[in-house]
């Protein structure tokens, strides 16, 4: 059963973003952050009455420190939906609502442009820094499936890229909602991403947070394979982000992580994968063959960008390798946009 609890909104920040938080006054729990998806549930206001779900706060989940609101049961309960949408996402959830989905009728395939593929939500800035000092002029579209979190309103990083001019749109896929257009498969928002948008590339990965398990395959990593195949299926060359580290505590995730690993395992077919110069050895061809491409990783700049610069709680100086793979990818997309021209 979902863990939900009644509570009393204490204080609320500005709601006119995507999300606003909130502190909640828990019955039996006390006060507790939480945060309210302004596009599901509304804005709340000192004072409202909520429903919370605080399971992920009560398991102390590192992605997972503050209640989500549910439902506003003072404010909540007269909302319209979007006009003339009928296609559903979180369907026979409590938390279904309909979308007007990008997807148009032809199949455009082959797109002929390159794909970059992140299994973490943290890869996505220096990657998309690093295409712009390549190639400032292109269009560099995200677009968010599953694997992380799904709202797409709770990545700062999304808005601030936006803001920065350094992602030309947003769509989210699949399961993933919130946003700035919704389509209902990662094939769907890809094509039109490329297609229609003009996007010179796409990133694919997921959003804020990782599901994880420990286990080969119980991850939200394993997206990146459904992410490459779907791309390559639509006739994109891709280029794979890999997860590396040289700070992670865990040893299964230093190196090359055990997740980008598992997935160039798996893999169908050839793709190309990113890597500093001087780390490429670590990457294996896989039985499909892999393309290794090093190439340097600006990561003075990039520290120096303003942009996020933490990762799993870990600053850029203390885990350099995360930082300079995903500038690695960045670069070669870059080059990759070029060769397509």
Known sequence: MLVLRRGTVVEAGPGGGPEQSLVVDVAGRGRRAAVAD???????????????????ADLALGSGGFDIVHVNLTRGLDGEGVPGAHVMKLNYSS????????EGRALAAPLRRPVAVISLHGQLAP????????????????????????????SRVVRELRERGLLAGFITAGPAYGGELEAVTTAGAIQHGLAELDWDAAVCGPGP?????????????????????????LGCEVVVCPRMSSGDPRARHRGLSHH??????????????????????????????HRVRETAADLAGYAASGLPARTMGREIGEDPLFFAAALAAGTVLGEMIGEAD
Do not use: F, K
């Open 95 to 102: 938390l279904q609502h309909a979308v007007l989905p990008v």
């Open 209 to 233: 947070g990782i599901l994880g398990s420990a286990s080969a395959l119980g991850h939200g990593g394993m997206g990146a394979l459904d992410a490459a195949h779907t791309a390559l299926a």
């Open 127 to 154: 990657l998309a820094w690093a295409l712009a000092a390549a190639r400032p002029a292109a269009r560099l579209g995200y677009v968010q499936a599953a694997g992380g979190a799904l709202p797409g309103g709770h």
């Open 38 to 56: 302004v596009a599901l549930v509304g804005e709340c206001r000192a004072g409202d009455e909520v429903v919370v779900n605080t399971q992920a």
């Open 260 to 289: 980008t690993r598992t997935v160039l395992d798996l893999l169908l077919a050839a793709v190309t994968v990113a890597a500093p110069c001087g780390e490429g050895a670590a990457i294996p061809g896989g039985a499909a063959g």
